[in-house]
């Protein structure tokens, strides 16, 4: 079940939802929202992101959320932002907990996870037959973050 996200906006962006994704059980892939990340000034496109809805194996290894600032905006916290909009989101679907998974090298990345209020987990290891390691990533950073 899919729910309305025109109320996902602060003082400064607003989701602009993309498309759904629904789940698909062979590829063990989740429904998914996918939105532009808009200024709410003028309406340009900043970046983008999505929400993954449930927490499973594959989603612990890749996260509940991704998210992309375009280079000329950042700075500005909009990922970070975008995280807090998404976890009402999360709520709605009566979800306790999220994950986002970084590389442990994403600095920026794990900079937005703690501005979001994310605590890391811990670094693990992917195994060898995740699509992410196949590609290439050897291990995750796992930031928690509770919604209750």
Excluded at 44 to 60: A, I, P, Q, S
Excluded at 120 to 133: A, K, Q, R, V
């Amino acid at each position: 079940m899919f729910f309305d996200t025109k109320h996902l906006k602060t003082d400064e962006i607003y989701l602009k939802l993309d498309k759904v994704s629904e789940a698909n059980l062979e590829k063990k892939w989740v429904d998914a929202y996918h939105f532009k990340i808009c200024s709410l000034f003028d309406d340009t496109e900043v970046g983008d992101c999505n929400f993954r809805v449930g927490n499973t194996e594959k989603l612990y290894f890749g996260g509940n959320i991704g998210y992309n600032v375009y280079e000329q905006y950042r700075g500005n916290h909009y990922a970070g932002k975008t995280c807090l909009l998404l976890f009402e989101l999360a709520k709605m679907h009566k979800m306790s907990y999220l994950i986002i998974a970084c590389n442990p090298d994403n600095y920026a990345s794990r900079r937005t996870c703690e501005y979001a209020g994310g605590k890391l987990e811990s670094i693990i290891d992917l195994p060898t037959d995740n699509d992410m390691y196949l590609e290439g990533d050897r291990q995750k950073c796992i930031y928690k973050f509770n919604l209750c």
